[in-house]
């Protein structure tokens, strides 16, 4: 059974930095992408990428975050990091954490989601 358990948000003032972290236990084998979505909590948001990372340490980021977020990961560790600098209030949403992963060889691919962790910037 795979979990991934995210960590690091909170309030924070505009202009200031949080770092998120999420890990990933249970049996798995391969992990492929890793990434962090975020939704808004207002009608008709939906959740949007913010930051993905591959295996091979190839990045992607959301043009609104370019430049103050970036995303890295710890293969050993089963552990993804997004470092968000430079906080603006429109960053506010529930960050999630998502993995495509494997628990055995040979199988299929399947995204596991994290549970959310709230992360607010006031002005």
């Known amino acids: 059974q795979v979990q991934l358990v995210e960590s690091g948000g909170g309030l924070v003032q505009a202009g200031g930095s949080l770092r998120l972290s999420c890990a990933a236990s249970?049996?798995?084998?391969?992990?492929?992408?890793m990434g962090w979505y975020r939704q808004a909590q207002a009608p008709g948001k939906q959740r949007e990428l913010v930051?993905?990372?591959?295996?091979?340490?190839?990045?992607d980021y959301a043009d609104s975050v370019k430049g103050r977020f970036t995303i890295s990961r710890d293969n050993a560790e089963k552990t993804v990091h997004l470092q968000m600098n430079s906080l603006k209030p429109e960053d506010t949403a529930v960050y999630y954490c998502?993995?495509?992963?494997?628990?055995?060889?040979?199988?299929?691919?399947?995204?596991?989601w994290g549970q959310g962790t709230q992360v607010t910037v006031s002005s």
């Open positions: 249970g049996t798995i084998f391969s992990i492929n992408v």
């Open positions: 930051a993905a990372i591959t295996k091979d340490g190839r990045t």
């Open positions: 998502k993995m495509v992963l494997s628990i055995r060889s040979p199988s299929p691919e399947y995204n596991y």
